[in-house]
């Protein structure tokens, strides 16, 4: 079992920067973990993924060169640093976190999902 607790999030104006942290509890050792977003009326998507053992990442073509996801192996804690946000990243952001190896972006890979957190990027 594995325990997701998302913080940070909130509303920025296009061009600014927020961080989201995802801690995670119970099984921690060696997950894929991920950031998925979701805005209004559109379907879950695959932001960053980082392999937790290996450090490997992967990233949405939407969002290469502006967010970056790392990891903080102290405090059981994956981040998202997103800059230069745009009104098009408005949406709900899940961590997520699986101990399978497969399909990083897909939400279908996961099985331990956080709560969720918003963000707003207004124009």
């Known amino acids: 079992q594995v325990q997701l607790v998302e913080s940070g999030g909130g509303s920025v104006q296009a061009g600014g920067s927020l961080r989201l942290s995802c801690a995670a509890s119970?099984?921690?050792?060696?997950?894929?973990m991920g950031w998925f977003r979701q805005a209004a009326g559109k379907e879950r998507e695959g932001v960053a993924v980082?392999?937790?053992?290996?450090?490997?990442?992967y990233y949405a073509d939407s969002v290469k060169g502006r967010f970056t996801i790392s990891q903080d192996n102290a405090k059981n804690t994956v981040n998202l640093q997103m800059s230069s946000l745009k009104p098009e990243d408005t949406a709900m952001y899940y961590c997520?976190?699986?101990?399978?190896?497969?399909?990083?972006?897909?939400?279908?890979?996961?099985?331990?999902w956080g709560q969720g957190t918003q963000v707003t990027v207004s124009s």
């Open positions: 119970g099984y921690t050792y060696r997950l894929k």
């Open positions: 980082i392999y937790t053992g290996l450090g490997t990442t």
């Open positions: 997520a976190a699986d101990m399978g190896l497969n399909s990083p972006l897909s939400p279908l890979a996961y099985d331990y």
